[in-house]
């Protein structure tokens, strides 16, 4: 069988253009200097005030709800009370160590941790040898890790009524400011979220069925008048994401 190549050929050149094109516009948004990126917090619910779609005080027992919620509930993260303080004590992840310093606490980063101080590469491909102590290491490890640190500042917000846990500790990164890399133009953003289940105070209409509705609305047919369905609420278990890390990186340029 004979191959035809001129085809598969055109087919490959076309290929290559979309991927260079597509290529040029990837460099052309990296060229860009990114904007301060902060973490994606969950916007507020645009909630309809009708006091008919709220939780009565009997719907809100809070032994039920507990055993409703079981092991989901998270003490650490969630509050039916309203927290003595709504920010809470921030942990401030540096120390001093026996010379008075401040050096980072924590675990370090692996990137960090595992940086060669021995040699760098030039690019051209060589490399030179460094005469950097041990000690001089640990301190361009601390300096580094501490320049490039991104804590998690943690906040309580208040859901609502229609939320149960009503109180829920929310993550959030620090705001772009100032530059968390070397050199600058990156900043902190968030890395990781964990899911927390909540109850969710869910109505719907329950009026009568669309065939009734239907003939109600046929010509001859005498009706009383506009019918208000009936709302049939109930706690729902949703997944809400809290913020539990942040790092230092560009910018998502979808924001």
């Not at 650490?76 to 992840?93: F, G, K, Q, R, T």
């Not at 929310?170 to 289940?197: D, F, I, L, Q, W």
Request: charged share 20%; glycine share 6%.
């Amino acid at each position: 069988m004979t191959v035809k190549w001129w085809p598969v050929l055109v087919a490959l050149a076309c290929c290559f253009i979309h991927r260079t094109v597509h290529a040029a516009a990837s460099v052309r948004l990296m060229d860009l200097r990114p904007v301060p990126s902060n973490d994606p917090a969950v916007p507020d619910l645009v909630e309809m005030p009708n006091p008919a779609l709220d939780p009565r005080p009997s719907d809100l027992n809070v032994t039920v709800l507990l055993a409703k919620l079981g092991a989901k509930f998270d003490p650490n993260y969630m509050s039916y009370d309203m927290p003595e303080h709504l920010v809470p004590v921030a942990d401030i992840p540096f120390r001093r160590n026996r010379r008075g310093r401040l050096v980072p606490t924590g675990k370090m980063p692996t990137e960090i941790r595992d940086l060669d101080t021995k040699y760098f590469s030039l690019p051209n491909g060589r490399r030179l040898r460094t005469k950097i102590s041990s000690q001089l290491r640990r301190k361009i490890q601390q300096y580094l890790w501490g320049r490039t640190m991104c804590p998690v500042q943690q906040r309580w917000k208040d859901l609502g009524q229609r939320f149960w846990p009503r109180w829920l500790l929310e993550g959030h990164c620090p705001r772009g400011e100032t530059s968390c890399s070397v050199p600058s133009g990156m900043y902190c953003r968030a890395t990781s979220n964990r899911y927390k289940t909540l109850l969710r105070w869910h109505c719907r209409s329950a009026g009568p069925s669309a065939m009734l509705q239907q003939f109600n609305t046929l010509p001859g047919t005498k009706s009383s008048g506009v019918v208000n369905p009936m709302k049939v609420c109930q706690w729902i278990k949703v997944e809400y994401p809290v913020v539990t890390e942040c790092g230092c990186g560009c910018a998502d340029n979808s924001e």
